[in-house]
């Protein structure tokens, strides 16, 4: 039973259209977020949502818009894709100071 | 603002190796301190965790200990297979109540029979 599932786990898409990646976690954990990770593997938090409010909001592009429906989904909405958006984006949740439970990914390609 | 330190990859060892990979941080207070995996095509995995000074964290015969004094956090493993490589991701989780964690930039650990 997967405790922190992304779909889908590719995309591809062509520059300008609009997406959508969702996340769920079964853990109940109260804190929940969203990661980029580059090309050289670095990590860069964009947002993080604590019990459905919003508690940290990166120097993101406001084309990335999250949402948080309940405290067990986290989806990102991506605007006007571009190709610098290309990267693998992870979700993750956390309670406490457990440590993360991470997703597997999801692999954006735009082109 | 808090930081932390991993050494360059590529970390290239042959089957049975011993493994270090350093890891130092900058932080105020007491932070909590992590090594997560992250193996081929995969999220990040919790591999260990210290939460104090002198904590050693292990898991999966790897080893951390949490030393205050060198604000070091450095991941070791007597004998390294394989299937251990992957990208090591060292971070901190600072005290005073946001637990946000700051990830090191990862190293890569390769490993040959």
């Known amino acids: 039973d997967t405790a922190v599932s992304q779909t889908p786990k590719y995309l591809v898409t062509q520059m300008g259209n609009d997406k959508s990646i969702k996340c769920e976690q079964n853990?109940?954990?109260?804190?929940m977020y969203w990661y980029k990770q580059d090309s050289k593997k670095f990590l860069k938090i964009m947002f993080s949502?604590?019990?459905?409010?919003?508690?940290i909001n990166e120097t993101v592009p406001n084309r990335f818009s999250p949402k948080s429906p309940d405290k067990a989904h986290l989806n990102l909405h991506i605007n006007s894709l571009e190709l610098g958006d290309s990267a693998v984006y992870f979700c993750?949740?956390?309670?406490?100071?457990?440590?993360?439970?991470f997703g597997s990914g999801t692999r954006l390609t735009v082109v | 603002g808090d930081s932390v330190t991993q050494m360059e990859g590529p970390v290239t060892l042959s089957e049975e190796a011993f493994l270090t990979i350093n890891c130092t941080y900058t932080?105020?207070?007491?932070?909590?301190l992590f090594w997560y995996v992250q193996y081929p095509g995969e999220g990040l995995q919790l591999l260990l965790k210290?939460?104090?000074?002198?904590d050693k964290g292990s898991n999966k015969g790897f080893e951390a200990t949490y030393r205050k004094e060198t604000t070091s956090f450095h991941l070791e493993k007597g004998s390294v297979q394989v299937s251990d490589s992957a990208v090591y991701f060292c971070?901190?989780?600072?005290?005073?109540?946001?637990?946000?964690?700051?990830f090191g930039r990862g190293t890569s650990l390769i490993v040959h029979p």
């Open positions: 993750a949740s956390s309670q406490w100071d457990d440590g993360y439970t």
């Open positions: 210290a939460t104090k000074a002198d």
């Open positions: 932080a105020t207070g007491y932070p909590s």
């Open positions: 949502y604590n019990n459905k409010e919003l508690i």
């Open positions: 853990l109940g954990h109260d804190t």
């Open positions: 971070a901190l989780s600072a005290s005073g109540g946001s637990y946000i964690p700051t």
